[in-house]
């Protein structure tokens, strides 16, 4: 959530701050602003809603300056006004702030005590007036700044820019990701490389608890402790074809269109003939008895979905857990235990203090992520990546499959190294997966004919999903995907809960989607759906050739997907409920791409 920008440079600073900040609008944000400095002056502009409003606000009030500091605000503390939004400022103080300081109202009484005087509802501006006051007390911008990041509690990442300084900015991190270009005579700051993709690839990521002090022609990074040290300089490549839309209408059609080719990417880069290859140091799955596999929304549904591949496959026992409260249970983990954590952006906080938590306590800690320079991926033993690419929706798509996919593959490591899989058996589950691909181009050709039944879906005020086995939690994250962008109200069962409890909400204006492709399970599910149109339901049924000719009479609709083995269905069968979600948003007139009150990126408890 939330983005920042800075630039120390040799051109006005205004126009490349506002087009950073547009390569950061996937966070998700409700209101945006810059700060500059001109000969000496701090001024900073400010705007509620989207970015294309600051830019208004910049045509009729130009802000001049060659360093400046640029945010876009998700509401923590503080409604999303003028008033609240970023840069803050405190006399010569301006900062942009992500994350939460959990003692702001501490500090807040401090300051208060001293005579200083709060404007804004919220935590960041704290920061702000708690370095003012070091400076009004004669310490150096650098020392003021010192002393202010060592008073902070909670998560952050900010940028500091001084009124008379035109050359200086100062920077921290803690618990949210902070990372500097390096130009000609020139010094940028982002929330992550995309932003600063345009300006440079020379990209130095900030460690956790790292602060620096940027001038044009120095950067002097120090530990938590004071210590200088040296981070490396990375050359990050990024395709800036990835971070556009490239014809489609919306980010997330192009990202739901690009599945085929982004599998492929992942398989290709763990499969090596007729076996799998992991990245070192590898894993060996004789070396554990338990994995424990802990992930926030999206991905959560995804190891909830590998639990049964792993089980089913592998023989080995396993938990997943959501983040946010895993390290609350304070869970045992033992020394033959494997601590797996799935996070798109690598930076998800709440999944990131679980891997705190496992550390020293794990036999190995294993990152399956797409940002391979994330914290999560640093702070792991062993990264292993989803090789989607830049998803810039909030909503995730390929994220997910590619997930699916690298976790599928464990699976099969893990059947293989514990003999539940010789190699001829291996071999022919990798040729299974090596048509998935192709597959999903059919599924995608489907998108007309869903965007009809989405239209009628549009109408609905409930909807449930219906799924057994592995395709349960599939119907937890076709329920998601319809609530986060198109804000119908949607509910993912297991179908043989449907008596439990559900079955009470079903008329005839409740659409039921049911996946069901003809696995063991098929039967039990086609009875559950039976019950449903027993009762008036309108049922959408995702299925596969076979089940299309057995169970749809009495549907509402039919959606055939192409035959696929059973195990690898909840991959394909992805696609259907992505396209069904966005075809609804789209007939409502949502915002797909940021929908409200949503971040891509959570990196707050």
Known sequence: MCGIVGVLGDHEAAPLLVEALKRLEYRGYDS???????????????????????????????LAGRAGIGHTRWATHGAPNVANAHPHRAGPVAVVHNGIIENFRELRADLAAEGLH????????TIAMLVQHYLDQGLSHREAADRAIGRLEGAFAMALLFDGQDDLMIVARRGSPLAIGHGEGEVYVGSDAIALAPLTNRITYLEEGDWA????????????????????????????????????????????????????????????????????????FRSF???????????????????????????????VDIASEFRYREPPIGPRTLALFVSQSGETADTLAALRFCEGKAARIAAVVNVTESSIARESDLVLPIRAGAEIGVASTKAFTCQLTVLFLLALKAAADRGHLDDEELAARLAELRRLPGLMNFALAQSGEIAAV????????????????????LALEGALKLKEIS????????????????????????????????????????????EVMARGGKVLLVTDPVGARIAAEGCWKVLAMPEVPP???????????????????????????????LAKSVTVE
């Open 118 to 125: 709060f404007e804004t509802e919220t935590d960041t501006e």
């Open 487 to 530: 804000y119908i109200h949607a509910e993912g069962y297991a179908s043989g809960e449907l008596k439990h409890g559900p079955i009470a909400l079903v008329d005839k204006t409740v659409p039921v989607l049911v996946f069901a492709p003809t696995d063991p399970l098929f039967d039990k599910t086609v009875s559950n759906m039976q």
């Open 454 to 473: 989405a239209r009628a879906v549009a109408e609905a005020r409930d909807v449930l999903f219906l799924g057994r086995g592995a395709l349960f939690p």
């Open 289 to 319: 008895d338990r994995v424990v596999m802990v992930a926030c929304g999206t991905a959560h549904y995804a190891c909830l979905v590998a639990k049964y591949w792993f089980e089913q496959v592998a023989g080995i026992g396993v938990e």
């Open 32 to 62: 945006a602003g810059i700060a500059t400095v001109n000969d000496g002056h701090l001024d900073r502009r400010r705007a509620v809603g989207k970015l294309v409003n600051l830019s208004d606000l910049l045509v009729h009030e130009p």
């Open 567 to 597: 195990i690898l269905a909840p991959i394909l069968y992805a696609l259907p409920a992505q396209l069904l979600a966005y075809h609804a948003a789209v007939a409502k007139g949502t915002d797909v791409d940021q929908p409200r009150n």
């Open 213 to 284: 002090i940027l001038t044009r022609s120095a950067i002097e990074i120090r530990d938590r402790a004071g210590n200088l040290v040296d981070r490396p300089v990375k050359t990050v490549q990024i395709d800036l074809a990835q971070v556009e839309k490239g014809g489609h209408r919306h980010f997330m059609a192009k990202e739901i269109a690009e599945q085929p080719t982004v599998v492929g990417d992942a398989l290709a880069q763990y499969l090596r003939g007729a076996g799998i290859a992991l990245p070192e140091p590898g894993l060996d």
